[in-house]
């Protein structure tokens, strides 16, 4: 893999700023959550780094639960909404609250059929986290109720968020020049 600096565009959120979002989020969802039975569900892979460092942002007591999607039949940089589950729920959510943890949410597609795919297992309520937000690319409308920050059209990676599986490491968010890039292998 090449090294990141040759293709690094911009940072487009730095270390500081996300640290004080999620701090923002925790809070708020610590505070919307207050005495509920909650299921807070990190979207594999992306969403890791985003989850865990909210989970030690709030002052609740939440479960933690995994899905692994994938969406698949895609021009490169771009998703199709061909959605594929690798990894279900273990937990039972049916009468439960349920917060689905992604790190960015672009055509709305992947988030549009897991929203489908849950609502039919009859959650008390199911809302939707994402730390960054790529409104100009909406296709699909989708619910979003929590945002950490809207982010232009570029490919974009770092913390948590990978290119080609690689950067999810950094600590900050930034976008890729896609003229510099080369795929690796
Ligand atoms: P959507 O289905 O088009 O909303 O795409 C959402 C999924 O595509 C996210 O879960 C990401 O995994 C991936 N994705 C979208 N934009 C980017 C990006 O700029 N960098 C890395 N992954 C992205
Ligand atoms: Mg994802």
Redesign the pocket.
């Known amino acids: 893999m090449q090294d990141y600096h040759e293709f690094l565009d911009e940072i487009l959120v730095t270390a500081e700023q996300i640290e004080a979002r999620v701090t923002e989020l925790g809070a708020q969802l610590s505070r919307d959550y207050e005495g509920k039975d909650l299921i807070v569900v990190c ?1 594999l892979r ?1 969403g890791i780094i985003f989850t865990a460092d909210l989970l030690r942002h709030m002052s609740i007591d939440p479960e933690v639960d995994c899905m692994s ?1 994938s ?1 698949y039949g895609v021009g490169q ?3 199709s ?1 061909n ?1 594929r589950v690798h990894l279900d729920l273990r937990t039972n959510i049916e009468g439960r609250h349920v917060l689905l943890v ?10 549009a059929h897991v929203l489908n795919m849950l609502r039919t297992r009859e959650p008390a309520s199911l809302r939707v986290c994402v730390l960054l937000d ?1 409104k100009m ?1 909406r ?1 699909v409308p ?1 619910q979003v109720d929590y945002s950490g920050f809207d982010v232009p059209d ?4 770092g913390y948590g ?3 080609d599986e690689h950067c999810r490491y950094l600590p900050f968010i930034a976008s890729v020049d896609l003229s510099k890039y080369r795929k690796p292998g």
């Open positions: 979207l992306g999607l969406s940089y771009a998703s909404g959605v992604e790190d960015i949410v672009d055509s709305g597609r992947t988030l790529k690319r296709e989708v570029k490919y974009v990676f968020i990978d290119i």
